[in-house]
T-cell receptor, first 113, second 115 residues
């Protein structure tokens, strides 16, 4: 049971390049999330998907798009990468409901030059 | 949104109980208290959560005061592998009809277990 799997683990991009971060979960969870974590800061929510077919903006959605491809997969796309998007990106999933804990992947470390 | 306040860092001797405090004085009646931790270079790990009763699982115990304005996470026998940043989070509901959940992470408490 892999839980939440993120690919790639590391990536370096040049400013203006595009990239899609992949996330898949095998826990049959309805809800999925994308966060970013910058040095010395807590995680900030970028986008989330309450269930297959729905997506919503979080705190810091600018510069990103998401796709909930199916129940298992939730991707995050940077259309034109900027140095300010250098960060560690975490995907998470949970059951739907008021008190369901979120389970996280190990992150994608992204550097934009 | 209820905010939380945690000490930035704490030390604990290996084998002793680690007690991590959290203040959440503006918590609402239907908001849960969650604890996560993040070991260096890994994703956050869920530890425990509770509403108003004390909770215990295989990892830790959560003690919530009667007025719910503060809580303490207890790691009963700390090991070196418990060195991590611990986050106390009050759960905020998004669109309640879909049960969307948003976790608002602060900067947490950096717990160092001393051999």
């Amino acid at each position: 049971n892999a839980g939440v799997t993120q690919t790639p683990k590391f990536q370096v991009l040049k400013t203006g390049q595009s990239m899609t971060l992949q996330c898949a979960q095998d826990m049959n969870h309805n809800s999925m999330y994308w966060y970013r974590q910058d040095p010395g800061m807590g995680l900030r929510l970028i986008y989330y998907s309450a269930s297959e077919g729905t997506t919503d903006k979080g705190e810091v959605p600018n510069g990103y798009n998401v796709s909930r491809l199916n129940k298992r997969e939730f991707s995050l796309r940077l259309e034109s990468a900027a140095p300010s998007q250098t960060s560690v990106y975490f995907c998470a999933s949970s059951e739907q409901g008021w008190n369901q804990p979120q389970h996280f992947g190990d992150g994608t470390r992204l550097s934009i030059l | 949104d209820a905010k939380t306040t945690q000490p930035p860092s704490m030390d604990c001797a290996e084998g002793r109980a680690a007690n991590l405090p959290c203040n959440h004085s503006t918590i609402s009646g239907n908001e849960y208290v969650y604890w996560y931790r993040q070991i260096h270079s890994q994703g956050p790990q869920y530890i425990i959560h509770g509403l108003k009763n004390n909770e215990t699982n295989e990892m830790a115990s959560l003690i919530i005061t009667e007025d719910r304005k503060s809580s303490t996470l207890i790691l009963p026998h700390a090991t070196l592998r418990d060195t991590a940043v611990y986050y106390c989070i009050v759960r905020v509901a998004g669109r309640s009809n879909f049960g969307n959940e948003k976790l608002t992470f602060g900067t947490g408490t950096r717990l160092t277990i001393i051999p």
